[in-house]
């Protein structure tokens, strides 16, 4: 029988900036599969918290309405229903949690719960 240990909540965790460039608190990272919210600064081969639970505001670049509950995607600008960009070849985009809150055709901004 296989046993785990208890390790932190997970609400945020330790993230490794390995790129050449700063990344900004608030700044959204992409993971395989789902997104982060970097907690701090995070300078290049530092590590910082990454949380990846909560309830978030990002800019809305769906112009449909989007109800609370429905399965959202980061498009590297900001929040849609859309898995993909429905070009001919589509580009998926990252899955991001959930709508927190009914956001209307002309709202820009909306509330997503990650994690």
Known sequence: MSKASYWQRGESLDY???????I????????PGRIGIAGTDIAP?????????GVFEFDKTSENAISMGTAVYFDKTGITEAANDG????TSHTPA????A???????KILVKIG
Do not use: M, Q, R, Y
């Open 16 to 22: 490794k900036n390995s790129g050449v460039a700063a």
């Open 24 to 31: 900004e608190a608030n700044t959204v990272v992409e993971l």
């Open 45 to 53: 081969g530092a590590v910082g918290d990454l949380h990846v639970c």
């Open 87 to 90: 070009e001919e070849e589509p």
């Open 97 to 100: 949690g959930f709508a927190a």
């Open 102 to 108: 009914d956001a209307a055709e002309s709202d820009t």
